[in-house]
Nanobody, 118 residues
Framework: QVQLVESGGGLVQVGGSLRLSCAAS????????MGWYRQAPGTERKLVAD???????YYVDSVKGRFTISRDNAKNTVYLQMNSVKPEDTAVYYC????????????WGQGTQVTVSS
């Protein structure tokens, strides 16, 4: 059974930092592309950052230069370092695992709330 378990969410002030972690089990972690998505109230879930099995990264424009996605294949864990956070970063953040050459993730975590206070 595949499990993706996020941690590290919470309340952070504008301009502060937060690191999210996602521990994966039940899958061949190194073979999957891993992504972080977020969903604010009343909006659709959207991709924030993605890292391929080879380490190639992708970021949406709104987080470029502020967020960093990384992975540790030995620990089956993907991270999202969030710096210089803004109120618009407030959302539930989800970890997802996507098979190579596919667009839609196969597996999702339960989500972790990030709230940026001004």
């Amino acid at each position: 059974q595949v499990q993706l378990v996020e941690s590290g969410g919470g309340l952070v002030q504008v301009g502060g930092s937060l690191r999210l972690s996602c521990a994966a089990s039940g899958l061949t972690f190194g073979s999957y592309c891993m992504g972080w998505y977020r969903q604010a109230p009343g909006t659709e879930r959207k991709l924030v950052a993605d890292i391929g099995s080879g380490g190639i990264t992708y970021y949406v424009d709104s987080v470029k230069g502020r967020f960093t996605i990384s992975r540790d294949n030995a620990k089956n864990t993907v991270y999202l370092q969030m710096n210089s956070v803004k109120p618009e970063d407030t959302a539930v953040y989800y970890c997802a695992a996507r098979e190579r050459r596919t667009v839609v993730p196969s597996y999702w975590g339960q989500g972790t709330q990030v709230t940026v206070s001004s």
